[in-house]
């Protein structure tokens, strides 16, 4: 268990409808970042955020937005789904910034995945 | 990812032989490389990190080395164990995470 939580742990939904994923990082660690697994594919980093504020953007659609609260849990919401959003998303966390200097590691979550049907 | 490139997608080895993932990137002020395993349907896990300040970094079987001149870092697994089997990914550090397409190792018993 890596401290890491996520809900929920799937998500069936239809195409055109919103759904907002949750992730609480590990006690301590202010970074989550966001990544989106397709079927057998790699780790797509979507976003960053740092006690409270974006940090970094990666490969995240316009219907795609997060944030993250006071308390340092995140939230990711994904709108106007489409059958290619099926996939397994994952929150990580970390103590630090990554460009903290020798960067840091990151804990990752179960996923949570989502089928759009 | 667009940063990092990975080899080999998918790699057979015989249980006890040794297996090598490489991987290359593009930016030269990236400054931490981990490794990550994961596991069918399950989370990615860190099994070995190196930072840009070392060449090379070993945790029992596993190793890990890194040129910085060449822009390549590399994971090396010793006497593999089917329980090895897994999908690879690596990941170096440059203001976000950039990962590999990751190399599925498959240990034949």
């Known amino acids: 268990d890596s401290g890491v939580t996520q809900t929920p742990k799937h998500l069936i939904t239809a195409t055109g409808q919103r759904v907002t994923l949750r992730c609480s990082p590990r006690s301590g660690d202010l970074s989550v970042y966001w990544y989106q697994q397709s079927l057998d594919q790699g780790l797509q980093f979507l976003i960053q955020y740092y006690n409270g504020e974006e940090r970094a953007k990666g490969n995240i659609l316009e219907r795609f937005s997060a944030q993250q609260f006071p308390d340092l849990h995140s939230e990711l919401n994904l709108s106007s789904l489409e059958l290619g959003d099926s996939a397994l998303y994952f929150c990580?966390?970390?103590?630090?910034?990554?460009?903290?200097?020798?960067?840091?590691?990151?804990?990752f979550g179960p996923g949570t995945r989502l089928t759009v049907l | 990812g667009e940063n990092v490139e990975q080899h080999p997608s998918t790699l057979s080895v015989q249980e006890g032989d040794s297996a090598v993932i490489k991987c290359t990137y593009s930016d030269s002020a990236s400054n931490y490389f981990p490794w990550y395993k994961q596991e069918l349907g399950k989370r990615p896990q860190l099994i070995i990190d190196?930072?840009?300040?070392?060449g090379e970094k070993k945790d029992q079987r596993i190793a890990v080395t890194l040129n910085k001149t060449a822009k390549h870092f590399s994971l090396h697994i010793t006497e593999t164990q089917p329980e090895d089997s897994a999908v690879y990914f690596c990941s170096n550090n440059f203001n976000k995470f950039y990962f590999g397409s990751g190399t599925k190792l498959n240990v034949k018993p």
């Open positions: 190196i930072r840009s300040n070392v």
């Open positions: 990580a966390s970390s103590v630090y910034l990554g460009t903290a200097p020798g960067g840091n590691e990151q804990f």
